[in-house]
């Protein structure tokens, strides 16, 4: 059994609340590779920004939770020797069951999310607060969800294929019979590959902003989070078909909405699926331009740097540059 703090690890209500107070989001990045946390961090370290490492539990059961968290660590004491004062929170995203919560907890990690968005309101009320119960009295924080987002969290997961917006009236009830620290939301963002379509005349919708402002009003100061918040890089998109891959020609969701609702009460935003598609997209190409090569770092060598490229624009673009302590 591991304690977050002895890992260097940073709490994250504080984290929220300065984010809420100043007008920006942390930065929340999945990770499944080397190349995608090293990228990671070195954006943070060179724009001294906040984090929130994403791990699934998939990923959780694949690598362990003891590994996990000393590649976790290994950030932590890497700014240290840099001179910075990092904050990096390891965080379970989309715990479904109340033993992923506990596994996650037990192994250091300093947040966690229960996902029971798919069940009833009572029942999603029920597992959030068991899992806030035990998760406090370790100092962890907890993010519940409220509302459906569309698309699946990891490929042969299962998928939801229609979204349900976040009722702003329910929000209130939610967060006090439950005391979560966060809460995700539904306003028209949605997982993977499966994001915005266009209308005939070629116009992308726009986010439900009216219905992050509801909530704003019904929970003032209260930390909210964006899921599926991936832009869906064309380039890399690009690249996947052009190098041997068959994924569609799916569209994500624009900058400048998820820049907005970054200044307003949604302090944590999920970005997995552009750090996907960036190391898949060089990866294919790579590979392809060297088919005689038996060594993969002629390939994780020019992966990491453009993950960092990618990490640096999403932390300019939430606006948490320069925001340690
Ligand atoms: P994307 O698929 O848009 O990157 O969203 C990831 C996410 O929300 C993980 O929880």
């Not at 984010?19 to 920006?24: D, K, L």
């Not at 059961?61 to 700014?79: E, H, K, N, P, Y």
């Not at 990491?304 to 932390?315: G, H, M, Q």
Request: proline share 4%.
């Amino acid at each position: 059994m591991y304690k977050y703090q002895d890992l260097g690890l940073t709490n994250i209500d504080e984290m929220m609340a300065k984010a809420y107070r100043e007008g920006y989001a942390i930065p929340a990045f999945n990770f499944i590779s080397i190349e995608q946390y090293s990228g990671i961090i070195d954006a943070i370290s060179e724009l001294k920004s906040p984090v929130m490492l994403l791990v699934s539990p998939n990923l959780l059961r694949q690598l362990g939770g003891t590994i996990i968290g000393r590649i976790s660590q290994s950030g932590v004491d890497r700014m240290k020797e840099m001179g910075l004062n990092p904050e990096i929170s390891l965080h379970l995203d989309h715990g479904m069951k109340y033993e992923d919560c506990v596994e996650a907890i037990n192994y250091g990690f300093s947040s966690v999310m229960i996902d029971g968005s798919a069940l009833s309101f009572e029942d999603n009320i029920a597992l959030t607060k068991k899992v806030v119960d035990y998760a406090h009295s370790r100092g962890v924080s907890v993010e519940g969800e409220l509302g459906v987002l569309s698309g699946a969290e990891e490929e042969g997961e299962h998928a939801n294929d229609s979204s349900k917006y976040t009722d702003p009236k329910k929000v209130e009830e939610f967060v006090r019979r439950t005391d979560v620290d966060c809460l995700a939301i539904s306003i028209g963002t949605s997982h993977g590959l499966v994001k915005m379509k266009a209308d005939k005349n070629g116009n992308l919708p726009e986010l439900k902003y009216e219905i992050l402002k509801e909530i704003e009003k019904n929970v003032p100061n209260f930390p909210i989070v964006l899921h599926g918040s991936s832009a869906l890089i064309p380039k890399y998109m690009k690249m996947i078909n052009d190098y041997g891959g068959n994924i569609p020609n799916s569209v994500g969701i624009p900058e400048e909405q998820v820049a907005k609702v970054a200044k307003m009460a949604v302090c944590k935003v999920n970005i997995a699926s552009d750090g996907w598609v960036t190391a898949l997209g060089l990866t294919r190409k790579i590979l392809a331009e060297n088919p005689a090569s038996i060594d993969s770092r002629v390939f994780t060598l020019k992966v990491r740097p453009a993950l960092k490229e990618v990490y640096i624009n999403k932390i300019k673009l939430l606006g948490s540059e320069n925001k340690l302590k």
